[in-house]
């Protein structure tokens, strides 16, 4: 079910181990060792017999002792239950393996008893005997007092400690897949979220556009400046401010099904709102617009450059009373066609900045046709690193910076 790899002590804490074993060897009578996979103990010895204490205390005792440790517990997985062997010195022991998903985790060794004769014979050694303590006449002294035990409670204890230790590490790996799967929940439900806002926002752009997403104020201009037009001149400006209007018109409140067009048809549109302006304002503003044709078969999103360029007057070119710059300039990385609008008004500071990325317009005076709405659809229909991007110094003169990504290969998002 899950490819990582677990250590004994991620499903079971080294203190309820050490206090299962305690308890197991005080009601057993048994010595008792966790060791990890690697056979090297984890927890504190519990009821070790006075002669595995004597022979563990030398380093040669100790290095045997811990290959022997490491093999039993790694035949018992092989077996996928306990075995029972004799260690070098001839004393029964049993290994327990404890695994999860087939992933060894380690072992509960226990043991250090005799068993009758004939039981004993049954029994191989797991590893070469060891016949040197022999020789130390205080370890043959303590060999002879480790206690003999029936082969039938022996197995039982093996058995009854394989049972348990096997319920707590499932039990260990239940909870850990549980808070894995609650966790993925939750980003599932946040991504789901996520998305519905988007797709909410979307909506709202769209049903904005249809009823005419132009500024009221803007439009209220423009039909006094055709009225003036028209009572002062052959009607040539007339017509050609008419005919623009129309077209954006036409661009505004038709009904695209595919979500996205070309920056070329963006860029047409802003060029009839930027001639109607021009034509309202004068020479009251200059302008640099430079997007090469090259780019203009990459898809874009609906209506994403005309009100970063309508915001661009409401909130800087317009207030300022005198000459202004506008810009409006397409590049790219590589990977992306980048369409700076840059102004040279009053800026932003970095709270207005991120107030209108994060949708809070009430709370910045830099409302516009919706910089928030703009940046969710870029977002929803590239993905969450396509939002708009927006550089200010926030003083006077110093200007605004929007920045538009479209990726010059499009992927399934």
């Keep these: 079910m899950m490819n990582t790899l677990f250590h004994m002590d991620d499903l079971l804490s080294v203190d309820r181990l050490q206090k299962l074993q305690d308890n197991f060897s005080d009601a057993t009578g048994l010595a008792l060792v966790a060791v990890n996979e690697r056979g090297e103990p984890i927890t504190k010895p519990s009821g070790f017999s006075s002669f595995c204490l004597l022979y563990r205390s030398s380093e040669k005792g ?14 018992a997985m092989q077996a996928g239950e306990p075995i029972i062997y004799r260690c070098g010195c001839g004393l029964a022991e049993f290994a327990v393996p404890i695994e999860v998903e087939g992933h060894y985790l380690g072992a509960m060794l226990s043991g250090q008893v005799k068993l009758s004769e004939q039981e004993a014979k049954s029994f191989d050694y797991i590893m070469d005997e060891d016949t040197s303590w022999k020789g130390d006449e205080k370890l043959v002294h303590l060999h002879r007092e480790v206690q003999t035990i029936a082969f039938k409670k022996f197995k039982a204890a093996a058995y009854s400690l394989y049972h348990l230790t096997h319920y707590l590490v499932e039990q260990g790996y239940t909870n850990i897949i549980q808070s894995k799967l609650h966790k993925q929940t939750l980003e599932l439900l946040n991504h789901s979220k996520h998305r519905a806002e988007l797709e909410k926002s979307l909506q709202e752009a769209e049903l904005q556009a249809l009823t005419y997403q132009i500024n009221p104020h803007f439009l209220f201009n423009v039909l006094s400046t055709i009225g003036r037009l028209a009572l002062l001149e052959n009607a040539e400006k007339t017509e050609a401010m008419v005919y623009g209007f129309s077209d954006m018109m036409r661009y505004i409140l038709r009904k695209n099904n595919n979500k996205l067009i070309t920056i070329q048809s963006e860029i047409e549109h802003v060029t009839n709102y930027l001639s109607l302006q021009k034509v309202r304002m004068g020479d009251k503003f200059s302008l640099n617009l430079s997007i090469p044709e090259k780019y203009y078969h990459i898809p874009c999103p609906f209506m994403v450059i005309q009100p970063l360029v309508e915001n661009s007057f409401n909130y800087a070119i317009e207030p300022r009373g005198d000459f202004a710059h506008l810009s409006i300039i397409g590049f790219d990385n590589g990977r992306d066609v980048i369409i700076e609008v840059t102004d040279d008004g009053d800026g932003m500071t970095q709270e207005m900045i991120t107030s209108a990325l994060e949708g ?25 690193s396509y939002g708009l991007e927006i550089e200010s110094a926030g003083r006077k003169g110093l200007g605004t910076k929007v920045r538009i990504r479209c990726p010059i290969v499009q992927s399934t998002h």
């Design 360 to 384: 809070n317009l009430n709370n910045t005076k830099r409302k516009g046709l919706g910089i928030f709405n703009v940046s969710n659809r870029l977002k929803l229909n590239f993905g969450d």
């Design 62 to 75: 100790r290095a045997k002792c811990s290959e022997c440790d490491n093999v039993g517990g790694r035949k």
